[in-house]
């Protein structure tokens, strides 16, 4: 099969290599749509070398659909041919977190004999024609959603869990700073989920398109505070909840400075290690404002793919460009500098979708 190769930091290249064999309860799956993730580009680089990946080579990509080519061995549930979305996490299954179905956060993150996946970063990953995948790994794709809208399950599912850590405020307001692909995503369930007002906090193309694709009101940082921008749509209160999910610095403060009493904040940002911010303690403890730390999208694809399904939540317009996979360096810089207003960019390694 061709598969995009990792080699060293930096360095990739379209590689001929063995079709990877399922083993006990995995099924190898024919990749049919990858989505480019912000962290994505992060790996290329090599900033992360030694941890994402853990080795050359490697083939990265985790935000996929496809079709299911062959099965393992104790696979009851699924069969060839069945269309199917992954997700990155598979938790080893026996810790005090994955047992409580928390297995983003694995107590035996990275150790591959516990039975610990993380594809795409740790394991092997989708930008190939084939990989393999545990059952748990996989949600049935329905059979009208597309590969391509499978592909962004991931993405709507991170959305998903952190909107559900906060909660959100029937009739409330809601902010969310950052409108990427998670921002905005984050915005729409905020509203399938019962908020009045959404409120989006960004600058340029990408707060432009927050606008076109759904939010009430715009705030561009760049031109006003964006802290008091936010409270003025409150008469002053401040929201019910505030989404993060830009990963800049100085956000996390403003986040708790936009919400009201007894708010909620939720971080769907990663933010680079190199941000470490102070937080204003007492205004926290004396407001009672709850902070959530979100991670990935555990236990969510099914129903954010049924979501999706049914036209309460709509990616397909967050899909601004697809490539094949032998063009992945120009989807990659599409991505990365945003290039015609590039939202989400997709790789289809078998060939085009038929429409």
């Known amino acids: 099969m061709q598969a995009l190769v990792l080699t060293e930091p930096g360095k990739f290249e379209i590689r001929d290599v063995a079709?990877?064999?399922p083993r006990?309860?995995?099924?190898?799956?024919?990749?049919?749509?990858?989505?480019?993730?912000?962290?994505?580009?992060?790996?290329?680089?090599?900033?992360?070398?030694?941890?994402?990946?853990?080795?050359?080579p490697f083939i990265a990509g985790h935000e996929w659909a496809g079709e299911i080519t062959a099965t393992g061995e104790g696979?009851?549930?699924?069969?060839?041919?069945d269309r199917v979305a992954g997700e990155a996490h598979k938790g080893c299954g026996t810790c005090r977190n994955c047992l409580n179905g928390r297995y983003t956060i694995c107590e035996n993150y990275g150790k591959p004999e516990t039975g610990h996946r993380h594809y795409g970063?740790?394991?092997?990953?989708?930008?190939?024609?084939?990989?393999?995948?545990?059952?748990?790994?996989i949600s049935p794709l329905p059979e009208n959603v597309t590969f391509r809208e499978g592909s962004m399950?991931?993405?709507?599912?991170?959305?998903?869990?952190?909107?559900?850590?906060?909660?959100?405020?029937?009739?409330?307001t809601v902010a969310v700073?950052?409108?990427?692909?998670?921002?905005?995503?984050?915005?729409?369930?905020?509203?399938?989920?019962?908020?009045?007002?959404?409120?989006?906090?960004?600058?340029g193309g990408r707060l432009a398109a927050a606008g076109r694709l759904g939010a009430d009101v715009l705030v561009d940082f760049e031109k006003e505070d964006p802290v008091d921008a936010v409270r003025r749509e409150c008469n002053g209160l401040g929201v019910d909840e505030a989404f993060e999910c830009s990963g800049a610095e100085g956000t996390l403060n403003q986040a708790i400075r936009m919400v009201r009493k007894g708010g909620r904040?939720?971080?769907?940002?990663?933010?680079?290690?190199s941000v470490v911010e102070g937080v204003p303690f007492k205004y926290i403890v004396h407001n009672e404002i709850a902070v959530f730390g979100s991670r990935a999208n555990p236990n969510v694809n099914r129903r954010v793919l049924?979501?999706?399904?049914?036209?309460?939540?709509?990616?397909?317009?967050?899909?601004?460009?697809?490539?094949?996979?032998?063009?992945?360096?120009?989807?990659?810089?599409?991505?990365?500098?945003?290039?015609?207003g590039a939202v989400k960019v997709v790789v289809e390694p078998n060939g085009k979708e038929k429409d």
């Not at 970063?121 to 790994?137: D, L």
Request: glycine share 12%; proline share 7%; with cysteine.
């Open 19 to 21: 079709v990877p064999m």
């Open 24 to 56: 006990p309860f995995e099924v190898q799956c024919r990749i049919r749509a990858v989505a480019i993730c912000g962290s994505d580009p992060e790996i290329f680089r090599g900033d992360l070398a030694g941890e994402w990946p853990p080795s050359y």
């Open 75 to 81: 696979v009851l549930d699924y069969h060839v041919g």
């Open 121 to 137: 970063f740790k394991s092997q990953g989708a930008y190939a024609q084939y990989n393999v995948y545990s059952i748990n790994s």
């Open 153 to 172: 399950g991931d993405t709507a599912g991170v959305a998903l869990h952190g909107v559900e850590l906060s909660g959100v405020t029937p009739g409330g």
């Open 177 to 203: 700073i950052g409108p990427g692909p998670i921002g905005i995503i984050s915005m729409r369930l905020a509203k399938a989920l019962g908020a009045a007002k959404t409120i989006v906090v960004g600058r």
């Open 265 to 273: 904040v939720s971080l769907l940002g990663v933010p680079p290690d």
């Open 306 to 340: 049924r979501m999706i399904s049914s036209g309460r939540l709509r990616v397909s317009d967050l899909i601004t460009h697809v490539f094949p996979l032998i063009e992945f360096e120009q989807a990659l810089d599409t991505f990365v500098n945003r290039r015609e």
